[in-house]
């Protein structure tokens, strides 16, 4: 079981055929509604990958609410453990796509879902493994403590956090941190990523990684450097891309693929992803993924 904790979304998009140099008024090529949300988004990659997936997350009483929770019906994800807050907006947020995939993303909170502080009891077991956001920090902080305890194996998503002393803890704790650039930059302050990636795996003596988009993806192991890089190919959304990557990385763990290959696998899949448009209705299958693998490569740097 992958059980993933953490941001779920209502995501209204719409496709503009590109940004204007300043704000002016443009027309929208069309505009649909969609289930976001790092952790949720990775719950529904796992289960389309094949794996049995279980969703923990925090969900208003509204007309949102209602369509999210239809979406996790869909496709048999379990969410029996979120939180269903009352007199609450589920979190919402509103995309601007071009026609190269590049995206604006305004995101909305109901305060009284974020200041929601009680978190479920878990039972942790040696065969699930868990993927976490940044977002809902305290069911974050407690599955990495207990994940570390236990011995299990946690993807940590970091990005999109103010540096703190759960922050540190989480990636200490996470048997898989891996930031996107910008949370990398957060986290060691702008210093070179290279740089940035050793001092993290000195301080944890652990794997740790990056995600740096069409860059591709870098990581430390065995205190060597590594990278897959991203294949060519033509972006038609990016959207969810990295939520994508880190519930592949969480099911190749499952089907107990090396660091390096289910860095591998994580990188096709979202590649994949990348190549159509339609959110959680564009994520590849597993069919697919093996066939796209042979064109991805690792080099060791150092």
């Known amino acids: 079981m992958i059980i993933c904790a953490g941001s779920i979304f209502t995501d209204y998009i719409s496709r503009i055929d590109k940004f204007p140099k300043k704000p002016i008024k443009v027309l929208s090529r069309g505009i ?3 289930l976001g949300g790092s952790a949720a988004v990775s719950a529904f990659t796992a289960k389309i990958l094949g794996c049995n997936s279980k969703f923990i997350g925090k ?6 609410s209602v369509f999210l929770k239809n979406e996790f019906k869909k496709f048999s ?3 029996t453990k979120s939180v269903f807050i009352k007199k609450c907006q589920s979190s919402q947020s509103f995309v601007i796509e071009d026609t190269k995939g590049e995206r604006l993303l305004a995101a909305f909170n109901d305060p009284r879902l974020l ?3 009680s978190i479920p009891k878990l039972i942790f077991r040696k065969q699930d493994i868990y993927s976490i956001d940044m977002r809902w920090m305290d069911i974050a902080s407690n599955i990495a403590i207990n994940t570390s305890i236990k011995n299990i194996k946690c993807v940590a998503d970091l990005d999109n956090f103010k540096n703190s002393k759960k922050i540190s803890e989480i990636i200490n704790k996470a048997s898989h941190p891996i930031f996107s650039e910008e949370g ?5 302050k702008n210093i070179d990523m290279k740089i940035a990636l ?8 652990k794997f740790v990684a990056v995600t740096m988009g069409s860059k591709g993806v870098y990581w430390v192991e065995n205190n060597s450097l590594y990278h897959c ?3 060519k190919v033509k972006t038609v959304e990016t959207n969810c891309a990295g939520d994508v990557f880190h519930g592949a990385f969480a099911t190749a763990l499952s089907l107990n693929k090396s660091n390096s290959e289910s860095i591998q696998f994580a990188t096709a899949t979202a590649t994949l992803k990348c190549m159509k448009a339609g959110g ?12 796209f693998l042979k064109n991805l490569k690792i080099r060791k740097i150092k």
């Open 184 to 188: 990398l930059k957060t986290y060691k």
């Open 280 to 291: 959680i209705y564009s994520i590849p299958n597993l069919s697919m993924v093996n066939k």
């Open 115 to 117: 200041e929601y502080k």
């Open 32 to 34: 649909d509604k969609r």
């Open 198 to 205: 050793f001092q993290i795996f000195n301080e944890t003596k």
């Open 59 to 64: 969900f208003g009483d509204d007309d949102s």
């Open 229 to 231: 890089k991203v294949p």
């Open 77 to 79: 994800i379990n969410i």
